[in-house]
């Protein structure tokens, strides 16, 4: 099952840089149209964080 994988996400903050990097090229209109989606994935990786911290927690807390 999917949670019994781990995950490779070593690479995600240089491949948002370059995302980041890429953008900021564009011409502003079309960088304006990819802001709210940004905001949304932004959003989503605050989030992600957050439950990974909640589930080293509860993990480490299971283990002691």
């Not at 605050?46 to 080293?56: G, P, R, S, T, W």
Request: aromatic residues 4%.
């Amino acid at each position: 099952t999917r949670n019994d994988r781990l995950y490779d996400i070593s690479a995600l903050e240089k491949e948002v840089a370059r995302l980041c990097t890429d953008i900021t090229a564009l011409p502003q209109e079309q960088a304006q149209t990819l802001e709210a989606a940004m905001v949304d994935l932004i959003a989503g990786l605050d989030e992600l964080a957050v439950a990974i911290k909640d589930f080293q927690d509860r993990t480490r807390g299971t283990k002691e």
